[in-house]
């Protein structure tokens, strides 16, 4: 018999925390997930679902507070997955995610032997978000904006996204009444109805130009020339309004079609002192304050020469590559993303780079065929998604050997589990660094240089 009842409400004493930042209390050994709840608290929590090998409950009443526990709490923020570790002092945040670095590292990698370096957090954790994807639904019968509330698409109204550039939050206020004023429709997704989906707004970091992009069910938009002229009126750092059609009721955000209703069909904004030219679909760091320590670390860790020739797999819109493109003779830019490698080729010439080519293709297929022409590479940049690199990636950068390899990881658990491929196969870490680039979310950047032994 199972130690709980949905339902029951039972005082526990939280021990532990998840990956993802639920607090963990057990009942004879039977754990409970718990939002909003920390490692040293006592709670009243009511038991939501029940499993065999563990439930979920929710907090009642904190009946002993952690000290690690911010005071004004906005549950709003949790509940729907903003941000996460809201309720947690920035410091407490730090702590957790270096400590989730080291368990992956050991755990995972068998890397006993590896340094994690304290982590490099922000001055202010909070509004550095460039970029905004928010969902339109109609409630109490009115167009609304706000977010989806965690595993549903039940959309919770808010104003205030709080991780959001604030210059961001602001705008959506303003389209929002906008939108009301002329009556735009509001997807209803239930009954695949309605036309305005989503409201995606990015804003360059320095430039403060700004791209809004609505993206809708149909093509037709009702009196979009008065809708985008009262937007750059409101709003004149708005340089681009795009429309993508998304026809299709699924999770995918974008459809195939992009058209321009006003301006330009792309922003500028810069990275470590080069301009860089971001389209609707672009793939930009999105705390560019934090990217820019980021990509200095990786720099650093690379000790670049005049007479490199460096890979940048997985370049985007190349971002990193062109980082470094004039310190060293030759940059081969990959990605599969042929939007991307078009993106990088502009960003090249906007900034006078003329020793970098960028390639279309998965980098595997690349390096073979890189291979098969005697070429070698002396530095080798990845910066995976979050599945990590691919087994046949792995083995192709191994036979290319170059004398470096400097990994950017968006996930520790694969970050381990593909230094200690590289390990078997001659290539050793010394130390990881962390890096804070989603502050108030369970997420966390590393950067490290692989050495051939």
């Known amino acids: 018999m199972l130690p709980v009842k949905k339902n029951e409400q039972i005082e526990v004493e939280i021990v532990d925390l998840t990956h993802d930042g639920l607090g963990v209390a057990k009942v004879d050994g039977y754990p409970i997930f718990i939002e909003n709840a920390l490692p040293g608290e006592t709670i009243l929590v009511q038991i939501v679902k029940v499993g065999k090998k563990f439930s979920f409950g929710k907090v009642v009443s904190i009946e002993t507070a952690s000290p690690n526990r911010v005071e004004d709490v906005q549950n709003h923020l949790i509940r729907t997955g903003i941000a996460p570790l809201h309720h947690m002092t920035y410091e407490a945040q730090l702590a957790f995610k270096e400590h989730q670095v080291v368990n992956c590292l050991t755990r995972i990698g068998k890397l006993d032997d590896v340094t994690v370096k304290p982590i490099i957090g922000m001055d202010e954790p909070y509004a550095y978000r460039n970029k905004a994807q928010i969902p339109v639904r109609k409630i109490n019968n009115q167009l609304e904006i706000g977010f989806f509330r965690k595993n549903s698409h039940d959309l919770v109204p808010m104003s205030d996204f709080y991780i959001q550039e604030k210059n961001i939050d602001e705008a959506l206020a303003v389209i929002k009444e906008i939108l009301i004023r002329y009556q735009v429709k509001p997807y209803d997704e239930a009954n695949d109805t309605g036309n305005l989906k989503t409201i995606m707004i990015r804003q360059g970091h320095y430039s403060k130009d700004m791209m809004v992009v609505f993206i809708t069910k149909k093509k037709k938009i009702f009196k979009n020339d008065e809708i985008c002229r009262l937007i750059v009126e409101a709003l004149p750092q708005v340089k681009s309004i795009m429309q993508n059609i998304q026809p299709h009721n699924s999770n995918g955000l974008f459809g195939e079609e992009t058209l321009c209703l006003y301006g330009q069909e792309y922003i500028t904004d810069t990275l470590l002192n080069n301009t860089y030219k971001i389209s609707a679909r672009s793939f930009y760091q999105i705390n560019t304050r934090q990217a820019e320590r980021l990509y200095e670390e990786a720099i650093a860790l690379a000790n670049l020469k005049s007479t490199d020739t460096v890979i940048d797999a997985y370049c985007g819109i190349g971002t990193i590559g062109l980082s470094i493109a004039k310190k060293v003779s030759k940059l081969y830019g990959i990605d599969s993303v042929e939007d991307a490698i078009s993106d990088a080729k502009i960003n090249a010439q906007l900034n006078g780079i003329d020793n970098a080519e960028f390639i279309t293709g998965k980098a595997e297929k690349i390096f073979a065929e890189l291979n098969k022409g005697q070429m070698s590479a002396d530095v080798l940049f990845v910066d995976p998604p979050r599945k990590g690199l691919d087994p046949d990636f792995i083995e192709a950068s191994v036979e290319m050997a170059p004398?470096?390899?400097?990994?950017?990881?968006?996930?520790?658990?694969?970050?381990?589990?593909?230094?200690?491929?590289?390990?078997?196969?001659?290539?050793?870490?010394?130390?990881?660094?962390?890096?804070?680039?989603f502050p108030q979310t369970t997420h966390v950047e590393c950067v490290t240089v692989l050495t051939k032994k």
């Open 403 to 437: 004398t470096k390899i400097v990994y950017i990881s968006c996930n520790p658990s694969t970050l381990a589990r593909d230094l200690a491929l590289y390990a078997e196969k001659g290539y050793k870490v010394k130390e990881v660094q962390p890096v804070d680039m």
